[in-house]
Each structure stands twice: as structure tokens, then as C-alpha cells.
């Protein structure tokens, strides 16, 4: 696209009427994410020039953070690239040679995704002994064949019973409890062990889902998340490497860090412009949490005598008028700011959206250790309480969140990564342990770790290094599900731009939704937020097809 000049044959629609004395759209992105980077990355590849991109933090990746530990780096937040074959983040990746050190031995090959496929679980219970390895495959085999199931009801359209509650966990607990019981070959204390197995195994399942609790969890919508086929990789110079590659064309004055976004107020008219513009808080449509002695600043209108049909409001109290804004702020940022943040409200189906899906935190917690105490076919220590066999959803007083901590992995190759385990909680136990500090939480940790190896001269961890995704306040949260009572039709209306009528009275397109939550088969993944990204710049791409052509001139 070389301008963006109205077309003689240009109906007098308020598109193309409101365009006609300027060139280009003002199109503003809220977040700077893989969702936000793509977006902004397919807009100014499609000819789009005046976009600006407001971060509320002072880095760009949203849940993508890698960190620097010595020569490695550790992942924070994502961390594995699902499946390859059309996975665009594996592409971008394999194209830039991210991936041309990963090995067999850093690919995991199941649904719960490890550092390394080589090596043997260990499951350690909090006597301190060592679950045999048959009976861990013969249990594995018998809740991945019920996993199966589970399946079943959204692919095949299976009824669900009653008695499961439209739940995950019910059902599976449920359906692995039975089979363990009448097992006739089992004695009482191996029943007792499968079931406390099976504890575990849904505590490990609620971290990959980034659910409270897997009894949360829409059975009916399960087997809607559609899986890449494909291993999973991860990229050893830190996943940052893509955030990196998707900003790298991005002009900075584009880029605005440290900007959060207060409200953005859209379908506004000419006067309510003007009065956003300038803090006039008599006529503002607002709630009233502004001071009364507080007034905005705004940019310079470069359209003189053109309403802006949005304002978008920073927290420093600038205003940005814009013709689009492409929203990308995670569920649990819209869960916990959306009737502050948008005037007018969004419409109630909208909100019943964002109130249905889920949204909880998975964190990690890594370990350094001067050297190893596990041995060296051991790329995982699986934490499993007996005296949990027979709860039903198990309900943890606050002193003993670190009861959610499901596993430790190994990092695996130690010349990589050296001695370092990566240690994984969820729900509202990961809350509680955001708010423990290092010493704490590192303590517990090693308790946790003598105990269930019986080995009592394990050492402290040299340093300890974790995630905080639930209480950093412009994320809220690790990635979203859905949760019981909430489908994919949700999904859709929380992607569904606004204003939803094609009314000629109203500018199409004003707030457009991006992000791993709005992409139905792909929720919950880098891939599905890249993707997401560029949906919306496709909406906008699209609906300006007939000012993006290029003008060719006949050679003089």
C-alpha cells in the first residue's frame, strides 16, 4: 500500500465521507503481547502508518518474559512452541534458525509437556518412598485412556450426564475411581496409592489448563482446544526471541511504554470529543472517580474539524483520539477492569463472556542447586499425597498452599541450564505463594523436597527465581479455559468487534479484541494470540481494501 486516497467511485457512507480529508486511519493498540506485536506487525506490513502501541508496563512480550540466568535463559511465562506443522510462532522460530539448537532431548512428546523426553518420572509420595514404575505406566495408561473420554463429548457430540456436572474433574474422577475400585486384581493399599495418583495427576492437569481446579473445567467444550500436530519445542535462546522478531520492524515512536490505559471511551460525537480533549468534567459521561480538579491533555487533533469516534485515555491523563483501537488485554485484566474501562459499557452479552470464561494462575518456581540430588535418569519428582486418596476436590487451608505444588521438572541438559528445577502451582495456592517471599517459599520448597525423597541432607536451593502472573496487575492471570457453564460460543462474542450493528450512523470497527482468549481452537497458546493479532489487522486491512491500493501511474 503506497496511499490511502479516497477512490472517485467512493459511496457516501460514513466511511468513506469521514476519510476523504485524511490519508491515513488512527489506529491505536492496547498491550504490547505476541497478540498486540502481530497485530501492529500485519497493520504496518498492510501500508497502516499512524499506529501507536500503548504498553502499561515497561517491556514489551505481555506473558512471554524470559530471563537471563548466567550463559542460559529461563522462561517465566511461555515456554514451549505446540506442534509444528502450521503453528506460526514454530514457522517464525524455524525460519530465523531459533530452533536449530533444539535436540530430541529438549522435545516433549505427551499431553503434559516436559524439558526432555529422555529420562523417567518419579513419583514420591509423602512418606518418602518411591511409587514402582510399572505401577505408575499402569496407571498412566488408565487415566489417559479415560482422558480420551473426555474428549469424546464436544468431537462426537456425546451427551453429557448429570452426574458429572458438565465437569472435567467430576467425570474423571468419577469414571477413574470406579475402574480402580473394581479392579479385582488390585490389593486395597495399591487401590489406595492409584487413587491418590489420581490426585496428582489433576493438579498437574490444572497447571497445563491454568485452572483453579480441573472440576472447573467445561466438560461439554473440553475437546474443542485443538492440538498442532507436532512436537513441542522449546527455543534455547528464550522465547523473547519471537516477541523480539515481531517488534524489530516496529519504528519506536510507535512504541509507548509505561502507558497504561485508563478508559477508552468509544462511539463519542464531535462534542464529547472535544470535551475528553479537554477535561471538561462537568459534560463528561463519566463515573465519577475523576478528581474534580484533574483534567486531560490530549494529542493534537491532525484533522482539524474531524470527531475522532474514540478517546483513548492513559493513566498520566493523555488522550489519544483514534478511529480504531485493538484491544489485547488478557481475561483476567477484562475480568477486573472492563466496566471502568470502556464508556460507554460494553454490551451485556459481552460482558456475560468475560464473566463465564475462565481465567487462573499457573506459576513457576525454579530451584538452583550447586548440585544435583537426583539421579540421572530422573527428569521429574511428582508430589503425591496419600492421605488425599479419598478427598474429592481437594480444599487447602491458607498456611498449606504449598500442598498445590505438583512437580518439580528437571532442566534438562545441565550444561545448559546447569542444576535447576522448575517447580509448578496453580490456582489460588499460586496467589498465596506470590505473596510469600524468596526465603519462604524456598524453605517450604526444600522441605517439600526431603520429605517426599526421604533424603534429608538436601540442601537449600543457591537461588530461587519465580513467576508472579495472578498479582501483576496488568496481566491478572496465566492464559484462559473454559470453564463450566462458558463454550466456544463465548469465546466469539468476546472476539466480536464493537459497535456490533453495521449501522451508517455509527464508524464500523471502533474496538477490536485480540489475544489467546478470543481464539476459539487455540485458546491458551502463543498461537492462538499471534493469530488473534492478526485476525483483528485483517478486520481493519479489509475493511480499507479500497484506499490500500496502490495507485499505478502510466509511464510519461
Given at each position: ?139 498412566s495408561d488408565l487415566y489417559n485412556e479415560v482422558y480420551e473420554l473426555t474428549q469424546e463429548f464436544f468431537q462426537n457430540g456425546k451427551p453429557v450426564c448429570a452426574e458429572s456436572q458438565n465437569s472435567v474433574g ?144 492513559c493513566e498520566d491523563l493523555e488522550s489519544l483520539p483514534a478511529d480504531h483501537v485493538i484491544v489485547t488485554a488478557s481475561l483476567g485484566v477484562l475480568k477486573n477492569r472492563h466496566e471502568a474501562l470502556f464508556s ?204 490500500h491500493k496502490e495507485t499505478t501511474k502510466p509511464n510519461m
Open positions: 500500500m503506497q496511499s490511502c486516497e479516497i477512490s472517485s467511485d467512493s459511496t457516501d457512507d460514513p466511511l468513506s465521507r469521514d476519510l476523504r480529508t485524511r490519508r491515513q486511519p488512527r489506529i491505536v493498540v492496547i498491550g504490547a503481547g505476541l497478540a498486540g506485536l502481530a497485530a501492529t506487525k500485519s497493520l504496518l506490513e498492510s501500508g497502516f502508518t499512524d499506529v501507536t502501541v500503548l504498553e502499561a508496563s515497561d517491556r514489551v512480550g505481555g506473558r512471554v518474559q524470559s530471563i537471563q540466568h548466567g550463559q542460559t535463559t529461563l522462561e517465566l511465562g511461555a515456554t514451549w512452541i505446540h506442534g509444528a506443522n502450521g503453528n506460526p510462532v514454530y514457522h517464525l522460530a524455524e525460519d530465523n534458525g531459533l530452533l536449530e539448537h533444539t535436540t530430541d532431548g529438549e522435545r516433549s512428546v505427551g499431553r503434559i509437556s516436559l524439558y526432555t523426553k529422555n529420562g523417567v518420572a518419579h513419583y514420591q509420595t509423602n512418606s518418602g518412598t518411591r511409587i514402582p514404575k510399572d505401577l505408575v505406566e499402569e496407571f467430576v467425570f474423571t474422577r468419577d469414571v477413574v475411581r470406579k475402574k480402580i475400585t473394581l479392579d479385582p486384581d488390585d490389593s486395597e493399599s495399591t487401590k489406595r496409592l492409584k487413587l491418590s495418583m489420581l490426585q496428582q495427576y489433576l493438579k498437574v492437569e490444572s497447571c497445563e489448563s491454568s485452572s483453579p481446579s480441573m472440576d472447573e473445567v467445561s466438560l461439554s467444550e473440553f475437546g474443542e482446544w485443538t492440538e498442532i500436530p507436532g512436537a513441542h519445542h522449546v527455543i534455547p535462546g528464550g522465547f523473547m526471541k519471537i516477541v523480539d522478531l515481531l517488534a524489530q520492524d516496529i519504528p519506536s515512536r510507535m512504541m509507548r511504554l509505561g502507558k497504561p490505559v485508563r478508559r477508552i471511551h468509544w462511539n463519542y460525537s464531535a462534542q464529547q470529543q472535544e470535551e475528553i480533549a479537554h477535561g471538561d468534567n462537568n459534560n463528561r459521561h463519566d463515573d465519577g472517580d475523576h478528581n474534580d480538579d484533574q483534567r486531560c491533555h490530549g494529542e493534537p487533533n491532525p484533522n482539524p474539524g474531524y470527531a475522532y469516534p474514540i478517546s483513548v485515555e460507554p459499557s460494553l454490551p451485556e452479552d459481552k460482558v456475560l463472556a468475560i464473566e463465564k470464561l475462565g481465567i487462573s494462575t499457573t506459576d513457576k518456581i525454579f530451584l538452583e542447586f550447586s548440585d544435583p540430588f537426583w539421579s540421572a535418569e530422573c527428569n521429574s519428582i511428582q508430589f503425591v499425597w496419600e492421605d488425599e486418596a479419598q478427598l474429592e476436590q481437594p480444599v487447602y487451608p491458607e498456611e498449606l498452599w504449598y500442598r498445590k505444588i505438583c512437580s518439580f521438572d528437571v532442566l534438562y541438559p545441565p550444561e545448559r541450564y546447569g542444576h535447576m528445577l522448575s517447580g509448578w502451582i496453580c490456582g489460588q495456592e499460586a496467589l498465596l505463594m506470590e505473596r510469600c517471599d524468596d526465603e519462604t517459599v524456598a524453605e517450604t520448597c526444600t522441605k517439600l523436597l526431603r520429605r517426599f525423597t526421604g533424603n534429608p541432607n538436601i540442601p537449600k536451593p543457591r537461588r530461587i527465581l519465580r513467576s508472579s502472573w495472578g498479582s501483576n496487575p496488568y496481566i491478572r492471570g496465566s492464559y484462559s479455559f473454559t470453564r463450566v457453564g462458558s463454550s466456544g460460543g463465548d469465546v466469539e462474542k468476546l472476539a466480536m468487534p464493537l459497535p456490533y450493528t453495521k449501522s451508517t450512523k455509527a464508524p464500523p470497527l471502533q474496538v477490536l479484541f485480540a489475544g489467546e482468549a478470543t481464539h476459539r481452537k487455540y485458546y491458551s497458546t502463543t498461537h492462538g494470540a499471534l493469530l488473534s493479532g492478526q485476525r483483528e489487522a485483517t478486520r481493519l486491512t479489509e475493511l480499507y481494501q479500497d484506499l
